[in-house]
């Protein structure tokens, strides 16, 4: 069965499971009274969710899902689904560490945005007054790339997953089985892919667009943030982050390498161009560029950064960041870009029939995660995939609606 038949019986009974969710509810309002009532109205809205989210595994072949419901400080639902490995079989659960590719993004921003609370930077600084080398798009060599440029998205450097010989080398470049382990990185690999000189230097990898004037989303841009965290505090950058974002919130399972980690409770990625039902296993990996892609967290661990963030910087009494800091990392940095889809700093922006959303979505070899807070209740959801294919990125957007429909009745 091709995707779009998929995408169409998928729509088809998740309506269905809707319609009998509403009926239902109907059935326990007429029949029952008082607190029980609402009680259970609300117990069968929630087994009707569960169930969509089930046949949703089912009809996407994935083999592992976790996922969760956030309202203001807290989780205040949660489920997993499959198996952590499913040639062991074993259930995941809210400890359960997934690969969350550019779900990494914001937490490298956040790590930035601490340094430039301690007035380290600025942001709108020259990124070559801390980098050994220089950093200018051939195209524009006069006009310098910023620490802001680098966190939205318009430093000028390039997209680097569209088809064609450029993302074939960035893959080729850059990814890794298990822990990256190459020595001249950061240093001297960034300088030898950025700069005309170096030896593994692509020109693909500027765009003909002067910095600043144009969003484009690039990996190695946050490649640069990492290194640019590691260069201003002094500390290797998943340390850094260790110290300042994971310990003090209490997210116990979270790096950005597997040797943290108890590898036995990651949840293995699977691709779908294989046989059904659950592809073809696909070895543990990692990028090169570890700032933009290489965060394993759980549910748990990552519900408490973002509460964090929802919350104006705050969770459990810890702060890792300034409200006013919040909100500008939550800010659209693109008023003419889309009247939909924007960016912050380090966040995905979206704008729908008045409502603002902000998150991150990421997805890669047997992944698609995604994360997303609703501002005007503070309410947020995170799911966790071990696949990724056509058909889970195209139907996110009614999977995103009814999850929060599934919000609008919990709340």
Known sequence: MNSKKLMVLLAFLLSLSLFCSTVSSNIVTINNSGNFEQKEEKNIRINFFEKFLELYTKICRIPSMSTCIIDNDSIIWSKNYGFVDPQIKNKPNDDSIYLVMSI???????????????????????????????????????????????????????????????????LTKTICLGDPDVESYPHPWLENYLCPDGDIYNPEVWVDEEPGSNYHYANVGYALIGYLVELISHEEFNEYCKNHIFLPLGMMNTSYFYKDLNNSNICIPYSMSGPIPTGHRQALYSYLWAACTDLKTTINDLSKFIVAHMNGGMYDSVRILNKSTVDMMHKSYYPDFSSEENYGLGFQIHNKSGEKYYGHDGGGPGVHTRMLVRSSDNSCFIYFLTTSSILTWNTSDFVEKIYFRQINRLT
């Open 104 to 170: 990494s993004k914001p937490v490298a921003a956040t790590a930035l945005m601490q340094l430039w609370e301690q007035g380290l930077f600025d942001l709108d600084e020259d990124v070559n007054n801390y980098l050994p080398f220089s950093l200018r798009n051939p195209n524009y060599p006069n006009v310098p790339i910023t620490f802001r440029m680098l966190l939205s998205h318009r430093s000028s450097l390039n997209w680097d997953e569209e088809p064609g010989s450029y993302s074939v080398q960035c």
